[in-house]
């Protein structure tokens, strides 16, 4: 019995929100992060937070190359010697911003692959945003699978075929609609938030999510919320009225959670 909890799925959000992410996730045999958008100091503090250390890493998995996603890679690859995994294009593109790595250090993990690292199951599938070639990762182990999308500006048909019964997701819902338009943004910057290469509103991340939760889902976490177009309680208010609409089940047979930019969600367990 002991042996099956060890070998479970535990994930912490360490953090989430334009200002920086970084998720974490551990079995008994690996342990890595997807994403570093935090400074090594920070990213150290958050694992803190949740009672781990940077020297037990064994890797960190890149969406895309925007600072909010690799802040800290390059230091914390050099410093604990991690590998890196991303795709050919996007380490292109952050190369030059993450400073000298060993080659040993770097791995291609292409779009709509599957790599098995130590006991995960993990597959990478492609989004939609500004980015050269970005990607997201869903991470699989005893037949429960934690999905994780942000930075999208919509969810196509076939993403919501492809993700869909999950026990677990990090869904994007990064602005509210009324306050990006109201807001000081100039409007090139609006047009491309709401853009099919921006990012999902609150409400669009909700009717996406309404349509691939099922009975399996356990957890859903509202992730990448924008500092200046969204409120935690606005984010969680709107999609909750969407579920609840769409009779899904939401707060009976599933939690719906908020992420912070500034604190690590506590480590929960598939």
């Given at each position: 019995?002991?042996?099956?909890?060890?070998?479970?799925?535990?994930?912490?959000?360490?953090?989430?929100?334009?200002?920086?992410?970084?998720?974490y996730?551990?079995?008994?045999?690996?342990?890595?992060?997807?994403?570093?958008?935090?400074s090594?100091?920070?990213?150290?503090?958050?694992?803190?937070?949740?009672?781990r250390?940077?020297?037990?890493?064994?890797?960190?998995?890149?969406?895309?190359?925007?600072?909010?996603?690799?802040?800290?890679?390059?230091?914390?690859?050099r410093?604990?010697?991690?590998?890196?995994?991303?795709?050919?294009?996007?380490?292109?593109?952050?190369?030059?911003?993450?400073?000298?790595?060993?080659?040993?250090?770097k791995?291609?993990?292409?779009?709509?692959?599957?790599?098995?690292?130590?006991?995960?199951?993990i597959?990478?599938?492609?989004?939609?945003?500004?980015?050269?070639?970005?990607?997201f990762?869903?991470?699989?182990?005893?037949?429960?699978?934690?999905v994780?999308?942000?930075?999208?500006?919509?969810?196509?048909d076939?993403?919501?075929?492809?993700?869909?019964?999950?026990?677990?997701?990090?869904?994007?819902?990064?602005?509210?609609?009324?306050?990006?338009?109201?807001g000081?943004y100039?409007?090139?910057?609006?047009?491309?938030?709401?853009?099919?290469k921006?990012?999902?509103?609150?409400?669009?991340?909700?009717?996406?999510?309404?349509?691939?939760?099922?009975?399996?889902?356990?957890?859903?976490?509202?992730?990448?919320?924008?500092?200046?177009?969204?409120?935690?309680?606005?984010?969680?208010?709107?999609?909750?009225?969407?579920?609840?609409?769409?009779?899904?089940?939401?707060?009976?047979?599933?939690?719906?959670?908020?992420?912070?930019?500034?604190?690590?969600?506590?480590?929960?367990?598939?």
């Amino acid at each position: 019995m002991m042996q099956s909890e060890q070998s479970d799925l535990r994930i912490s959000i360490l953090a989430s929100g334009s200002s920086g992410n970084s998720t974490y996730i551990e079995t008994d045999q690996m342990k890595v992060l997807v994403d570093c958008g935090l400074s090594g100091k920070k990213t150290v503090e958050m694992l803190s937070k949740i009672g781990r250390r940077p020297e037990d890493l064994n890797a960190i998995l890149v969406s895309h190359e925007h600072t909010d996603h690799i802040k800290g890679v390059g230091i914390l690859a050099r410093k604990y010697n991690l590998d890196i995994y991303a795709n050919e294009k996007t380490w292109q593109a952050m190369e030059p911003k993450l400073g000298k790595l060993n080659v040993e250090q770097k791995h291609h993990f292409s779009n709509e692959k599957t790599v098995t690292l130590g006991d995960i199951d993990i597959s990478s599938f492609a989004v939609s945003h500004d980015a050269i070639d970005p990607q997201f990762y869903t991470f699989q182990k005893n037949n429960k699978r934690f999905v994780m999308l942000t930075d999208t500006g919509y969810v196509s048909d076939r993403m919501r075929g492809m993700l869909k019964d999950a026990d677990a997701y990090l869904f994007e819902s990064n602005h509210d609609l009324s306050m990006l338009r109201m807001g000081r943004y100039p409007w090139s910057l609006k047009q491309r938030i709401i853009g099919d290469k921006g990012h999902l509103s609150n409400e669009d991340g909700a009717l996406a999510l309404a349509e691939m939760i099922s009975d399996q889902t356990k957890r859903i976490y509202l992730g990448h919320l924008s500092k200046e177009n969204n409120i935690k309680e606005v984010a969680h208010q709107t999609v909750e009225e969407i579920l609840i609409r769409k009779d899904t089940g939401v707060n009976e047979r599933f939690q719906l959670l908020d992420t912070d930019p500034d604190e690590p969600c506590p480590l929960f367990t598939l």
